[in-house]
Structures are given as structure tokens and as C-alpha cells.
């Protein structure tokens, strides 16, 4: 499937910097504050490692997965994300710039405060992620699924989801600026529907959240 994205690579392939990447060391775990640089983190296992304000610039990591790996206020800048799990992942306050993620699964992630700039995700899954006052500039959610994600007091500019699926997403007193939520194949919000100001949805949408923005808005309707 081509990207929504002009310019974003599909494979590792397309990568300007992927004949610099160098294996990883599979017997090394990640370090508080390490900088690694142009570095593919390969079919490796993390777990409980703990790599607070570690910096990743112009690397992949591909079909990995990071259990219970400490993350907070990482940086992740020119990064190549495919197949990877992170469970119970700690990204609070991370900052993510030209991140493209494929195929990833996102579950139990506690990522609040992370600052995530021209970053793409396609056919991820996101399931019970905090994102409570992220910023999420120039941000695609492409085909994916995003359950019980919880965004409340986030600040949203440029974001879209084409072909992604909505379940239960929390928007308590998030801002929202050019937010395009017309391509979502499913918009159910558990919380939220005042943040909708400044979205942008389309007719059917409309029709569907109607019941709840009524009611948010404290208008009955009653038929005669």
C-alpha cells in the first residue's frame, strides 16, 4: 500500500542513511543516556532495561521487542520503526521527530508528555496508551487501531487518520488544530466530544456522534 505521506519511505531500503547501519551488539542491553548513532537494532529482546534520555539518531530497530524498557525523555530522531512489540514501554516526555513506524504493537505504553513531530505510523496498533498531554505535530495514523488510547489535555496540529479505527479514545480538554478524523473507519470516543472544535469530520461522522454531541451540548431532542 503507498503511504498517505508524499516522501515517506516503505522499506528500510528507501532509507538515506541504510548503508551506514551497523548491527547492534545482541549482547548489550540499552544504557541510561546512551547515544546511539546509525545503529539497527535487529530481532533483539529488551526487558526491564533502563535507557532514560538515551538518544537514537538515524537508526531502525526492526522485528524487536521492548518489555518494560525505560524510555523516558528519550530522543528519536530519523527513525526506522517495522515489526516491533513495546509493552509496558516508558516514553513519558520522549520527543520523536521523523519517525516512521510500520506494523507495530503498542500496549500498555505510558508515553504522556511525548512530543512527537512529522512522524508516521501505519498499521499499528495502539492499545491502552497514555498520550495525556502529548503534542502531536504533523502526525499519521495510517490503517491502524488505536483502543482505550488516552489523550486528554493533548495538543493535536496536522494530525490524520486515514483508514484507522477509533475505539474508545479519550479527549478530555485536548486542543485540536487541523485534525482530519474524515478518513477514521471507526470515530467512538469515550470521553471528549467538547475537544472536537477544530477537528475536521465528515457527514456520516457527523450523523453518528450527533446523540453525543447533543448531549454534550445539553440539547434534548424530542420528537413530537
Not at 512489540?85 to 521523523?98: H, I, K, P
Not at 485536548?174 to 475537544?195: F, H, I, N, P, Q
Request: glycine content about 10%; some cysteine; proline content about 3%.
Amino acid at each position: 500500500m503507498k503511504p498517505h505521506v508524499p516522501g515517506a519511505p516503505e522499506e528500510l531500503s528507501d532509507l538515506p542513511y541504510a548503508h551506514l547501519l551497523q548491527p547492534h551488539e545482541g549482547g548489550r542491553g540499552l544504557e541510561v543516556e546512551a547515544r546511539y548513532d546509525t545503529v539497527h537494532f535487529d530481532r533483539l529482546d529488551f526487558e526491564d532495561d533502563d535507557a532514560a534520555g538515551a538518544s537514537f539518531l538515524e537508526c531502525a530497530i526492526t522485528d524487536s521487542s521492548l518489555t518494560g524498557v525505560g524510555l523516558r525523555r528519550a530522543r528519536l530522531n530519523d527513525v526506522w520503526l517495522a515489526g516491533d512489540r513495546f509493552v509496558g514501554t516508558q516514553l513519558a516526555e520522549s520527543g520523536w521527530q521523523d519517525v516512521v513506524a510500520g506494523s507495530c504493537v503498542l500496549a500498555g505504553v505510558e508515553a504522556f508528555g511525548a512530543v512527537l513531530r512529522r512522524v508516521v505510523f501505519r498499521r499499528c496498533k495502539f492499545d491502552s496508551v497514555n498520550l495525556r498531554a502529548a503534542e502531536l505535530h504533523d502526525v499519521v495514523f495510517e490503517d491502524c487501531v488505536l483502543r482505550d488510547v488516552d489523550l486528554g489535555g493533548a495538543k493535536l496540529n496536522g494530525v490524520s487518520f486515514p483508514g484507522s479505527a477509533l475505539e474508545r479514545i479519550r479527549l478530555g480538554k485536548a486542543v485540536l488544530k487541523r485534525t482530519d478524523l474524515r478518513g477514521a473507519t471507526v470515530l467512538d470516543l469515550a470521553e471528549g466530544y467538547e475537544s472536537l472544535r477544530g477537528a475536521v469530520i465528515d457527514t456520516g461522522q457527523l450523523m453518528e456522534l450527533a446523540p453525543a454531541l447533543a448531549l454534550t451540548l445539553g440539547i434534548t431532542v424530542k420528537d413530537r
